[in-house]
């Protein structure tokens, strides 16, 4: 792949990606965990100390097995030194082996700190005790989240053995049930609200509405440069996988683009086109790159008009121009009807 396509590609911002660059902000954890965890357990915490572990670990810890994030957390007036873990997967939809995930996290978790417990002089397996480690499962689907929360259920049942299976329970943060007003904001962490409202919007047709709320209560924050790094991780979230958006994009874009002060920030149009750009590169010829464009094109009509004629596919899959191509793309954006896309066509 040329260095083109590499940093076109690089822009992409999946939903795992918007999770663990927002989820692994330090002033965001420590507020997170203030609203999943229990308030006596908080209460124990050191959160001032907290360590958020990176993902690609150099030790054994996952080696094989990677979790979207863990966060590592002093307890107070621990004379052991003993840590609390809480290790956070994200989902967008329903997956039913979440939890069997979860467990290998926590397993690998507690081999390591008993390895590293191990080599300190003094080790007394009789009083050894393993670190609190919690399960969390953060869901933001269309519906809500139905796989199991706890491991004893994906086991087989037999009379009278329940109680010998796990047990272990998962923290569910499911934001696809809770109201718009029940997400939880915290004064002093504003992030905290602006991306759970992002997570739990992103699939719905008032996004652009929501973005325009959530930039409104982050541009007041805007020149301090953390704050303008999440406005463009929202926004190019928001472009990879908020389809509804593609409707608002024109009314949305002039705000975020004010709000991190980057005039040159590419728009919604410029970034589709650079993805099938990409695209045509990695395919090794032209028609790859048509094939992209054509698709943004579809995609764009699709969502603003619901039913695309099939003549106007047809129509594009004859052309071969790039630059008139990628010049439909605009329109298709702007367009007020098929029927001005259509005689554009002919």
């Not at 094109?297 to 121009?321: H, M, Q, W």
Request: proline share 5%.
């Amino acid at each position: 792949m040329s260095e083109r396509a590499k940093s076109t590609k690089s822009l992409k911002v999946t939903h795992d990606t918007f999770f663990i660059e927002t989820f692994q902000m330090e002033r965001f954890a420590k507020s997170f965990l203030k609203v999943v965890l229990p308030k006596k357990t908080v209460r124990l915490l050191d959160l001032e100390a907290i360590t958020i572990i990176p993902r690609h670990v150099t030790n054994d810890l996952f080696k094989g097995k990677i979790a979207d994030v863990i966060y590592r957390v002093p307890i107070r007036k621990s004379k052991q030194h003993i840590d609390f873990f809480a290790v956070l997967e994200h989902k967008s939809q329903s997956d039913f082996l979440t939890i069997f995930q979860l467990w290998s996290y926590v397993q690998r978790i507690c081999e390591q700190n008993l390895r590293e417990a191990k080599v300190v002089e003094g080790f007394n397996p009789r009083t050894y005790r393993l670190p609190p480690v919690i399960p969390v499962i953060i869901h933001h689907g269309t519906s809500a989240f139905t796989g199991k929360t706890q491991l004893s259920e994906l086991f087989v049942r037999l009379p009278e053995i329940e109680k010998y299976l796990p047990t272990m329970e998962a923290v569910l943060f499911d934001l696809s049930r809770l109201d718009d007003s029940e997400i939880p904001s915290d004064p002093d962490v504003p992030e905290l609200k602006a991306v759970l409202t992002i997570l739990k919007a992103v699939f719905r047709r008032d996004y652009g509405t929501k973005l325009q709320e959530i930039i409104e209560l982050l541009k007041p924050l805007s020149e301090v440069p953390e704050y303008r790094r999440l406005i463009r991780l929202i926004w190019l979230y928001s472009v990879y996988n908020a389809k509804f958006l593609k409707r608002d994009y024109e009314l949305v874009f002039p705000a975020v683009q004010e709000a991190t002060g980057d005039k040159d920030m590419k728009t919604m149009v410029e970034i589709w086109m650079a993805e099938g750009e990409a695209k045509g590169i990695a395919e090794g010829e032209v028609r790859g790159e048509l094939k992209g464009q054509i698709e943004a094109i579809l995609a764009i009509l699709g969502d603003k008009f619901r039913k695309v004629p099939a003549s106007i596919g047809e129509s594009l899959n004859k052309r071969t121009d790039l630059t008139a191509m990628k010049s439909l793309v605009v329109l298709a954006a702007t367009c007020k009807s098929l029927d001005e896309f259509a005689k554009a066509l002919k």
